[in-house]
């Protein structure tokens, strides 16, 4: 049993192909950056930030969203070498099945499964609440929740979902059509909430730029659970602020920057791969920085840490209702309706395509990666993980894995920075259209950085990964091991080396000269 088979570039192209398995090339540069930023510029620029100032890093926030764009671009120009040399669907997955072999790619796409469906449940139960918010300003009373059967569900969250699992099931261009006019919205609701923002700002409020490191409140062991994994590992007592304060920080708002690995998912339905992603990608990219950085500061010099750190959960509408512009915070409350919309479709396309990638290897069903044969769609399979994820949101407490996006995207980063050196030392035949500069440094910096902010974790949120994580292997060993196309073409050689017979028991199988080992 070789569980660390790989699967060759070549095949993993040509797989794409498949009839009846593949995906239209539709999207462009504009259609990717405008992905990018439609999946970033939402949860994170208008909660998250408010979260991390309150609770980790005061001013220094600004910081923490440096870091966390440095480490993200980082390891997005890994995923841009590896995807303009290996342009399909399944991203981080599929880069992994390359270099490392089948059970690291396995884990990787169990975990950006796990990324993937998570978010995709939270923001959509986040979008319902925003959306009885809009209602309560405008007077009208409209819970996010209603109780049937003694079961609190959140309509808003089924309503969301079936509507972009419509759009997908329609069409990747289509859904990424209405996607850009909602991004186009978000991002002037931002502007408005940065030159807004400045207007009140008061330079005392940036002092102390960096809060001295003080212990939490609690002693008990729920207050070691939500301590960073890091903090544990080295016996520091539960504390917030100071140095450790902007790395924990800067692992809380990495959320914000999860939508660019997502659109690395979509390789497969780019027009011109080699060109489009990197350019999309990067574009993508140094615009949310640069809008996060922009919020950061207007936050933080609107009003002190210690007034966002009085709230439960602070947000912008916090930092607004302190200073007493109530119709700014209704701007807000539009805009994050607005943002979490696009956020959810995005995240949606992604669960679907790394599942797809990962079925149409065997490692899951391979019926789940059969694709429309009118619009090229997975249709049955966006369809399935629409209903998951209504399900989940609808009816469980799904923010308590909030942090499990973030260690499911580092994770896979992690991965990826260090895929792209064995990729170079197994095929240095191949010349991706773009490569990570300053040979070998840079993809380590990337997963070391990537790992350390894994570290500054909650502890609980490590145990609910490791748990995950076994979950994970009790499936590959019982199912995706055996099932695997892999598996089954060195079986097919195999009886075909031990008799006639044998092999005649296996011919006919459409995929027996599918892969090759490398």
Not at 301 to 306: A, C, E, K, L, R
Not at 428 to 435: E, G, I, S
Not at 457 to 464: C, G, M, S
Request: proline share 4%.
């Amino acid at each position: 049993m070789n569980i660390f088979r790989t699967k060759s570039i070549e095949q993993s192209i040509a797989d794409a192909d498949e009839p009846g398995r593949k995906l239209k090339r539709s999207l462009s540069t504009w259609d990717l950056m405008i992905m990018g930023v439609a999946v970033a510029v939402g949860a994170g620029i208008f909660s998250v930030g408010a979260k991390a100032a309150a609770n980790f890093a005061g001013p220094a926030v600004t910081i923490s969203f440096a870091i966390a764009a440095v480490t993200c671009a980082l390891a997005i120009m890994c995923y841009a070498e590896f995807a303009t040399a290996i342009p399909v669907a399944g991203s981080a997955y599929v880069f992994t099945y390359a270099t490392m072999g089948e059970v690291l790619a396995w884990i990787i796409g169990w975990n950006l499964i796990l990324e993937l469906f998570t978010a995709a449940a939270v923001i959509a139960k986040y979008w319902g609440i925003y959306l009885s918010k809009v209602f309560g300003l405008m007077g009208v009373d409209m819970p996010p929740a209603v109780n049937v059967g003694g079961v609190d569900l959140y309509w808003g969250a089924f309503l969301i979902v079936a509507i972009f699992t419509v759009l997908l099931v329609l069409g990747t261009k289509l859904s990424a059509r209405v996607g850009n006019i909602f991004t186009l919205i978000k991002i002037g609701v931002v502007l408005f909430v940065i030159v807004v923002g400045f207007s009140y700002v008061k330079f005392s409020n940036y002092t102390p730029f960096v809060p001295a490191s003080e212990p939490t409140a609690g002693t008990g062991a729920a207050d070691v659970m939500k301590q960073s994994f890091f903090g544990f590992l080295t016996g520091s007592a539960p504390a917030q602020y100071g140095t450790l304060g902007i790395f924990a920080g800067a692992a809380l708002v990495f959320f914000a920057f999860i939508g660019f690995d997502v659109v690395a998912t979509s390789a497969e339905e780019v027009k011109n791969p080699q060109k489009t992603l990197p350019r999309g990608i990067f574009g993508g990219l140094a615009l949310v920085t640069l809008l996060y950085i922009l919020v950061s500061l207007a936050l933080t010099g609107m009003v002190s840490y210690t007034t966002l750190a009085e709230e439960k959960n602070p947000t912008l509408t916090t930092a607004f209702e302190a200073v007493g512009n109530t119709d700014a915070a209704k701007v807000i409350a539009f805009g994050s309706l607005v943002g979490l919309t696009t956020v959810i479709m995005v995240l949606l396309m992604g669960l679907s395509r790394v599942v797809l990638a990962m079925s149409r290897d065997g490692l899951l069903p391979r019926s789940l990666s059969k694709t429309s044969e009118k619009r090229s769609t997975p249709a049955r399979l966006q369809i399935i993980c629409g209903a998951a994820v209504a399900l989940v949101a609808g009816l469980t407490n799904v923010d308590l894995l909030e942090e499990m996006i973030n260690i499911g995207t580092l994770s896979a980063f992690v991965m990826v920075s260090l895929g792209i050196l064995v990729l170079r030392k197994k095929r240095p035949d191949l010349k991706p259209a773009f490569r990570v500069p300053f040979g070998k440094v840079l993809p380590w910096v990337s997963a070391v950085l990537c790992f350390y902010l894994m570290t500054n974790l909650a502890v609980e949120t490590w145990i609910f990964f490791a748990i995950w994580l076994v979950i994970g292997m009790v499936i590959y060993f019982s199912y995706g091991q055996r099932h695997s196309r892999l598996n089954e073409k060195f079986a097919s050689a195999k009886a075909a080396v031990n008799g006639p017979a044998a092999s005649e028991a296996r011919k006919g199988d459409e995929d027996e000269d599918s892969f090759t080992k490398v």
